[in-house]
């Protein structure tokens, strides 16, 4: 078995093994033609959202974008964004729904002041780091909820939200539209209050350790995965429209995020 790993941990709900398994093999014929050998021989399913580091022996993975531009600095290496049918998705780009029960009588962020916050961790970009600059213009220099629950990931947020042990939580709009997909009940008793601001789409990476004609024959195939009409029906099962080359630079907007909560004096999500 290749010591070298592969994974699509962002969107990876075991009804969803399936497609991954498939948009993996897709992608590893499309490799096999690039002379690649010892190719992983199925994503791994147990790899976190966030892990401890993006380790050298990563061939092939997706990842958050803000953790890229903070805690994994000079751990990866980009090879290409995903465009996604979803709501709340634009060419390359994604964003985060604030969720609450279907019920409650919330209208608009602002109703939200005081309330409780369930977070799914503090290295998030749509858990954390889009709604710390939407709730910061409102905050006025003070924290704006009564209390921030970090909960470990966003379906356990979810639940928090439901049983009524949190008022609200942020959830990555792909999160949210893969659980209308298959599991319509987990989230039949919430609804969208608000979108954040709009962030890059997560990427898919590989380790900075990959050398470059890896790196390259992985781009390749990517690309051409991506625009062979026969591939239509991998990608259309994890919604994905396109991949697309990625500016290296388009992740800055993210520690611009960061920065501007902070000069609204709004530099931690509470």
Known sequence: MSALTASLPMY??????????????????????????????APASARPPVPDEIGTTTLFSQTCGYPLQTIYRGQYQLLGVPTYDADGCGEATHCAFILVREGSSYQKPDDLRGTVFALNSRHSNSGMNLP??????????????????????????????????????????????????????????????????????????TAAATKPQLVAALRR??????????????????????????????????????????????????
């Open 132 to 205: 710390r600059l939407l709730f910061a213009r409102l905050a006025e220099r003070r924290p704006f909820f009564s209390q921030v629950i970090e909960t470990g990931g966003h379906n356990a947020s979810i639940e928090r939200v439901a049983a009524g042990a949190a008022d609200c939580a942020s959830i990555d709009c792909l999160t949210y539209a893969f659980l209308q997909d298959h599991r319509p009940a987990f989230v039949a008793g919430l609804r969208i209050l608000a979108a954040t601001p709009s962030s890059p789409a997560i990427p898919f990476i």
């Open 12 to 41: 990876n709900l075991p009804e969803m093994a399936a497609a991954n398994a498939a948009f993996w093999r897709a992608l590893s014929a499309e490799l096999a033609d690039e002379g690649c050998e010892d190719l992983p021989h």
């Open 221 to 270: 195939a990517l690309f051409r995965m991506a625009a062979d009409p026969d591939r239509r029906p991998v990608l259309h099962a994890l919604r994905i429209r396109t991949i697309s080359p990625i500016d290296p630079g388009a992740y800055q907007i993210l520690l611009d995020y960061e920065r501007q909560a902070a000069e609204l004096g709004y530099p931690e999500l509470a």
